[in-house]
């Protein structure tokens, strides 16, 4: 262990920093050693990785001081965010900016920062074809990330600048997997018109981000979108009738017929689904999954995904 480079990895019991760790735990040859960080160290999870061999220790991305303290004496850190803990996008703005400082304090040799487009870029402010949210944001759970980025590369830090697409696993956890309407068929919704949209494993996401590091200095300076699959939503509605052994449709809306819905953060969802729509080349050409097999040779397509995880998913 005290041969191997410490990477410390930020929101270790979330699915994109559990991940890395599990992957790093999991190669037996690996150079580097894992330093998990959490809230809190006697959680299920934590003690799970602390089983698993990981070092656990507790730091809050809120507070700059305990930021530096998890990074001493580490190689490298992943850094990632919790906008849905919160729906600040100023928060994570702040949080990244303090996570750049203490990595070129730390001497950090390369960290990977989870970021998204700022969509402002592509849709300005003053354009109504999409809502401005909260005055001035087009997407926070994108913008804020995506604002942060300069923080990294003006502090000089060596970095990969990873971007995730859909997660599949919404479908489990967060209500986007097919319904069943008054019909009694199952629907799937998306505001994707026939466009297609990148998605991913949740699970994938630490896998690629492991391959990174283990590509030592070739991807520090670049930005690299990781994707599973690029499906529009007929091919995915087809692909879950399969798995499920049920028919599923494919029930298009607007986007503006999805902020509607108004759960909490549908008008970010929205919005986001009409960037991924009105700049899908944009979005699919940065998030690429043959590079991402190559960073990951588990990769799970949308196919494989779904014969591990289906049966998990609620139809009520």
């Known amino acids: 262990m005290e041969n191997k480079k410490i990477i410390t990895v930020f929101g270790a019991t979330g699915a994109q920093g559990g991940g890395l760790v599990r992957a790093i735990l999991a190669d037996s040859n690996s150079e580097f050693s894992v ?30 001081d305990s930021i530096k303290k998890a990074l001493d004496g580490a190689y490298g850190a992943y850094f990632v965010t919790f906008f849905w803990a919160h729906f600040s996008a100023e928060k994570e703005t702040e949080e990244a900016k303090n996570m750049a400082a203490a990595a070129k304090e730390a001497g950090i040799k390369h960290a990977i920062w989870s970021t998204l487009e700022d969509v402002r870029n592509f849709v300005p402010l003053n354009d109504d074809s999409m809502p401005t949210l909260r005055g001035k944001y087009k997407v926070p759970h994108f913008d804020g990330k995506g604002e942060a980025d300069h923080f990294f590369t003006e502090a000089g830090v060596p970095v990969t600048f990873l971007m995730a697409s859909w997660y599949w696993d919404n479908m489990i956890y967060f209500g986007s997997g097919p319904k069943k309407g008054a019909d009694g068929k199952l629907a799937f919704t998306l505001p994707m018109g026939d466009k297609k949209m990148a998605g991913i494993a949740a699970e994938d996401i630490g896998k690629c981000a492991y391959g990174i590091f283990k590509k030592g200095n070739q991807f520090i300076g ?23 052994n049920k028919e599923v449709f494919y029930h298009k809306v607007t ?40 960073l990951n040779p588990d990769l799970l397509s949308f196919e494989k995904w779904l014969k591990k ?8």
């Open 35 to 64: 330093r998990a960080v959490t809230r809190d160290v006697t959680s299920d999870k934590a003690k799970e990785l602390a089983a698993l061999g990981a070092e656990v220790v507790a730091a809050d991305i809120d507070d700059a």
């Open 222 to 244: 670049k930005r690299v979108g990781i994707a599973g699959d690029q499906l529009t939503g007929d091919e995915m509605a087809a692909k879950l009738s399969k798995a499920l």
């Open 255 to 294: 986007p503006a017929q999805y902020r509607a819905f108004g759960f909490p953060g549908a008008d970010d969802l929205g919005n986001m689904f009409q960037f991924y729509s009105d700049f899908d080349e944009d979005c699919n050409k940065s998030r690429d999954p043959k590079l991402s097999k190559e």
């Open 309 to 316: 995880y289906a049966q998990l998913i609620p139809l009520d």
